[in-house]
């Protein structure tokens, strides 16, 4: 079983920002890929953002295009999620997802059935 282990979120005002990270203690490869996901109560799990390890290929859903940067630290194993103008509609928990298959497509990061270990997650909670 890999650790894949999160930090960061709380609750803050809209227009604020946070940043989650998630490190695993196993090293990843070229295209695997690493995601964010986000669960808000009553709706679905829903992809956020991700990359692969040799960042050629990063995504993001259009809702946080321009306000979230997915970025990562591949000498820490660690994985980033830059959160700034912060909107009500944010507000979910959010849960760092590993890979162990290539992904360069949007549809392949976007399926959370692609990734095989999952944190734990963190909640995010945005007040208008």
Not at 102 to 115: D, I, L, V
């Amino acid at each position: 079983q890999v650790q894949v282990v999160q930090s960061g979120g709380g609750s803050v005002q809209a227009g604020d920002s946070l940043r989650l990270s998630c490190t695993t203690a196993r090293r990843t490869y070229s295209h695997y890929p690493m995601a964010w996901f986000r669960q808000a109560p009553e709706k679905e799990r829903e992809f956020v953002a991700g990359l692969d390890w040799s960042a050629a290929y990063s995504h993001y859903v259009d809702s946080v295009k321009g306000r979230f940067t997915v970025s990562r630290d591949n000498a820490k194993n660690t994985m980033f999620l830059q959160m700034d103008s912060l909107k009500a509609e944010d507000t979910a928990v959010y849960y760092c997802a590993l890979g162990s298959t290539s992904a360069t497509s949007y549809q392949t990061f976007a399926r959370a059935e692609n990734y095989e270990y999952w944190g734990k997650g963190t909640q995010v909670t945005v007040s208008s």
